[in-house]
């Protein structure tokens, strides 16, 4: 577990502490000061002092292989992090930047998700691993939306409980738990 989770957390490739940010974005953070209030970079340390590591930062939008966009009027973020993982260790990743696989609750919060999405399907954090049929957000969010594709959810090979957004569109897929896909967490900020 902990070597996936490493291997999904790419923020110190280039061995100085800062992001190899593909060069789309500079990181300048180079102070020592941590703690509530101090913003969070890129740099593999928890800055604000919150418990999660580089779960945003606004000067490097590629963080940990993640894209960010903030919802909920700023007091949220959305990471859609690109580096594919089976469903439950994508869930594990979630919790090391302080949130779950992300539910989504509007037709704006669906549209924020597609608009990071890359050319594979995304998980999220709707799941009806414990009984057939029944769906649930992993963040104990009521189910008041869904965008399931046409003819989805259909539990294909009767081996499909965890829920992505597909690549091709915003609609939503079932597939197995175990499939490697990208994948969109939900944190506060
Ligand atoms: O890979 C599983 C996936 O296969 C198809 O999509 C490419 C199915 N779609 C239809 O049958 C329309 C998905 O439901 C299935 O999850
Ligand atoms: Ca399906």
Same mark, same amino acid.
Do not use: K
């Given at each position: &577990? /902990?070597? /996936?989770?490493?291997?999904?957390?790419?923020?110190?490739?280039?061995?100085?502490? /800062?992001?190899?940010?593909? *060069?789309?974005?500079?990181?300048?953070?180079?102070?020592?000061?941590?703690?509530?209030?101090?913003?969070?970079?890129? =740099?593999?340390?928890?800055?604000?002092?919150?418990?999660?590591?580089?779960?945003?930062?606004?000067?490097?939008?590629?963080?940990?292989?993640?894209?960010?966009?903030?919802?909920?009027?700023?007091?949220?973020?959305?990471?859609?992090?690109?580096?594919?993982? !089976?469903?439950?260790? $994508? +869930?594990?990743?979630?919790?090391?930047? *302080?949130?779950?696989?992300?539910?989504?609750?509007?037709? %704006?919060?669906?549209?924020?998700?597609? $608009? &990071?999405?890359?050319?594979?399907?995304?998980?999220? *954090?709707?799941?009806?691993?414990?009984?057939? *049929?029944?769906?649930?957000?992993?963040?104990?969010?009521?189910?008041?939306?869904?965008?399931? +594709?046409?003819? %989805?959810? =259909?539990?294909?090979?009767?081996?499909?409980?965890?829920?992505?957004?597909? +690549?091709?569109? !915003?609609?939503? =897929?079932?597939? !197995?738990?175990?499939?490697?896909?990208?994948?969109?967490?939900?944190?506060?900020?």
């Amino acid at each position: &577990m /902990l070597a /996936l989770l490493a291997a999904a957390c790419a923020f110190d490739s280039t061995g100085t502490g /800062l992001s190899d940010d593909g *060069g789309t974005a500079t990181v300048a953070d180079a102070t020592d000061s941590t703690g509530a209030g101090t913003q969070e970079v890129c =740099n593999g340390v928890d800055d604000d002092d919150d418990g999660a590591i580089d779960e945003y930062s606004a000067q490097n939008p590629r963080c940990n292989d993640c894209r960010y966009r903030l919802v909920s009027g700023g007091t949220e973020v959305l990471s859609m992090c690109t580096n594919p993982l !089976p469903w439950p260790l $994508a +869930a594990a990743y979630c919790a090391t930047l *302080g949130g779950d696989l992300a539910s989504i609750h509007s037709s %704006e919060d669906n549209a924020a998700v597609d $608009a &990071m999405s890359t050319d594979r399907a995304a998980w999220i *954090g709707f799941t009806d691993v414990v009984s057939e *049929g029944v769906w649930y957000w992993v963040d104990g969010s009521q189910t008041d939306f869904t965008a399931w +594709a046409d003819g %989805e959810p =259909n539990n294909t090979n009767g081996a499909e409980h965890c829920a992505a957004m597909r +690549a091709e569109d !915003p609609s939503w =897929n079932d597939l !197995p738990c175990d499939s490697a896909e990208a994948f969109v967490c939900r944190a506060p900020l």
